[in-house]
């Protein structure tokens, strides 16, 4: 049964850093567009980013003013999210999730982890 599980989430100060990552098993990584999705309180579920199977191309939110860098290590089937400069607003539940298709659409992303909370302070 496939599994998705992130790590790295915690408390930090506007303007600092974070990395989360992502282990993915029980399924053919290198197949699966990764996603990290977030949900703030009291708000909808939106796309961060994503980065295809084969690591060549990511889509990043436009919100996100380059802030963020996804990368994936398909021999690790991991999958990361480098955060920088990250302010208020990015405090959130963060989600990795896989699909086979390169889409920004969460209902077709197949498998899903648990979240990792992100809270930053001002």
């Not at 303007?15 to 567009?33: K, V």
């Not at 949900?39 to 802030?67: F, H, I």
């Not at 659409?105 to 930053?120: A, I, K, M, N």
């Amino acid at each position: 049964q496939a599994q998705l599980e992130e790590s790295g989430g915690d408390l930090v100060q506007a303007g600092e850093s974070l990395r989360l990552s992502c282990a993915a098993s029980g399924l053919t990584f290198i197949r699966y567009n990764m996603a990290w999705f977030r949900q703030a309180p009291g708000k909808e579920r939106e796309l961060v980013a994503v980065a295809s199977w084969w690591g060549s191309t990511s889509y990043y939110a436009e919100s996100l003013e380059g802030r963020f860098t996804i990368s994936r290590d398909n021999d690790k089937n991991t999958v990361a999210l480098q955060m920088d400069s990250l302010r208020p607003e990015d405090t959130a539940v963060y989600y990795c999730a896989a699909s086979k298709l390169a889409t920004m659409d969460e209902s077709r992303y197949e498998y899903w982890g648990q979240g990792t909370q992100v809270t930053v302070s001002s």
